[in-house]
C-alpha cells in the first residue's frame, strides 16, 4: 500500500520481540549498508499482533533512530499474522486498471473480512502457465485497524510511514538480492519468530503459498519459565545461551529439542498441504530466517523432518559494507533476525 513517494528510505521491522532497523545505500553492484539497529520490546508490548503499548513501541522506535543516527524519514514497514491475508488467485486476463476497478468486487470471494474493513493490493504475475486465458495475481488483504496502528507509532516517532509491506514479502526481495533462484526452482521460506512464523512458498519467482503458523520462539521461553521458575528475561537470556547451573542443562536441552521437533513438524504440515494442492511440487529448498533460524540445531532437526534442504539465511550476503561502521560478527548474530528489514530497505519508493 503506497503512501507517498520519496526517496531514500528505513525499513523499520516492528517484531513482538524487538524492532529492527535497516538502511540501505547503493553500490556499484547492489546495496551498500548504511545503518543498522536493533533493540528489544517487552513481551507485552505487542500481544497477538496488536500494538499493545504504544508509548514504549515509539521510545523504541525513536531509541533507534538516535543509536543509528539515521537522518532519513521514509519508513517502509510490514505486518503479518491474524490481520493480513495474501492469496494467489486466478482471474479472467484484464489490464491493472480493469483489475483496479473490480478488485473491491473480485476480493469479496476470498477475503474473509469485511472488505470495507480491509486495504487491498494485488500483483499480476500474467496469464496462467495452464491456462492462458486466465492471468495470476497475488492478491493481499490487510485490516485497517492495525495498519492504522502502525501508521500513528511511526509518525508519533517522527517518521513517515510510506509503505506497508508483508513479512513475507519483505523476505522473498531479502533473497532476491542475496540468493540466485533458478525460475524453475520452488523454494520455501519459513521466517520463525517470536510469536509468528511466515511461510512462503515460491514458485517460478511468485508466491505460490503463505501461511502463518501462531508459534515460535515465545513457546521455549515460556517452557522454560514453567520449568526453571524464572521471569521472562532470565528465560530469554537461558535460551539465548547464557550459562546455567549443570543440573538445568538437561532441562534446557530438552525444551530446545522439544520445540523445535513440534516447530518443524508445523512447518511441514503446511509444506505437505501446499504439496497436496499442487500436484505434489517438489520443493528444492527451504531458507530459514528469523531468531528462531537460530535455536541450536533447529535447522538440521527442521531438514530430517522434511526431508529438504534447509539453509539459514545470510540477509548481508551480497550487501556491501565498510567494516569500520560495522562488526562482522555482531551482523552475523543478528542476521537471521533481520532479513525482514533487510527485504524492507530494499524497496524503492514508487515500487509496488
Ligand atoms: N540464539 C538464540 N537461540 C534461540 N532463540 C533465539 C536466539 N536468538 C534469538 N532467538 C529467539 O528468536 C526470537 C526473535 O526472533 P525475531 O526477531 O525474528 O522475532 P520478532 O520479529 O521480534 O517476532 P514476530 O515476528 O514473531 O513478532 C525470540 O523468541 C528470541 O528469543
Ligand atoms: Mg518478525
Redesign the pocket.
Known amino acids: 500500500m503506497i503512501l507517498g513517494r520519496k526517496k531514500g528510505v528505513i525499513g523499520l ?1 516492528i ?4 524492532i ?1 532497523l535497516v538502511e540501505l545505500g547503493d553500490s556499484k553492484n547492489g546495496y551498500r549498508l548504511q545503518n543498522i539497529g536493533l533493540l528489544p520490546l517487552p513481551p507485552e508490548a ?1 500481544v497477538d499482533g496488536a500494538l499493545m503499548d504504544s508509548v514504549t513501541i515509539i521510545d523504541t522506535i525513536r531509541e533507534l533512530v538516535t543509536q543509528t543516527k539515521t537522518r532519513t524519514k521514509d519508513v517502509i514497514t510490514s505486518v ?1 499474522g491474524h490481520s493480513v491475508i495474501v492469496k494467489k488467485i486466478s482471474l479472467p486476463v484484464m489490464s491493472e486498471a480493469e483489475l483496479e476497478e473490480s478488485i473491491q468486487w473480485e476480493a469479496e470471494r476470498y477475503i474473509p473480512f469485511d472488505i470495507n474493513d480491509v486495504n487491498l493490493d494485488f500483483q499480476i504475475f500474467g496469464s496462467s502457465a495452464e491456462n492462458p486465458e486466465v492471468m495470476d495475481v497475488v492478491l493481499v488483504a490487510a485490516k485497517k485497524d492495525i495498519i492504522n496502528d502502525y501508521v500513528s507509532v511511526i509518525t508519533e516517532a517522527g517518521l513517515n510511514p510510506v509503505i506497508i509491506d508483508v ?1 513475507a514479502f519483505a523476505i522473498e526481495n531479502m533473497l532476491g538480492i542475496n540468493y540466485e533462484i533458478e525460475k524453475d526452482e520452488t523454494v520455501a521460506i519459513a ?6 512464523t511466515n511461510i512462503n512458498i515460491l514458485k517460478n519467482n511468485m508466491t505460490a503459498f503463505t501461511r502463518d503458523i501462531f508459534k ?3 513457546q ?2 515460556e517452557e522454560i519459565q514453567r520449568q526453571l521458575h524464572v521471569d521472562y528475561d532470565e528465560a ?1 537470556r537461558i ?3 547464557s550459562k546455567i547451573d549443570t543440573t538445568s542443562q538437561p532441562i534446557i536441552q530438552n525444551v530446545l529439542r522439544e520445540a523445535s521437533e513440534s516447530l518443524a513438524l508445523e512447518i511441514g504440515n503446511s509444506i505437505e498441504f501446499f504439496q497436496s494442492t499442487s500436484t505434489y511440487e517438489k520443493i528444492h529448498r527451504l531458507y530459514l530466517s ?3 533460524a ?3 540445531d533447529f535447522d538440521i532437526i527442521l531438514q530430517q523432518q522434511i526431508g529438504i534442504p534447509v539453509e539459514i539465511v545470510n540477509p548481508f550476503k551480497k550487501i556491501v559494507y565498510d567494516d569500520k561502521n560495522f562488526d562482522l560478527e555482531y551482523l552475523r548474530e543478528i542476521g ?2 533481520m532479513a ?1 528489514g533487510v527485504g524492507l530497505a530494499t524497496r524503492k519508493v514508487g515500487d509496488r
Open positions: 521491522d517484531g513482538s520481540s524487538s529492527k505487542i503479518s513479512d521466517n520463525v519468530g517470536a510469536s509468528i515460535g520462539g515465545n521455549i521461553t530469554e535460551k539465548v545461551g528469523g531468531g528462531g537460530k535455536i541450536k537471521p533476525m525482514v
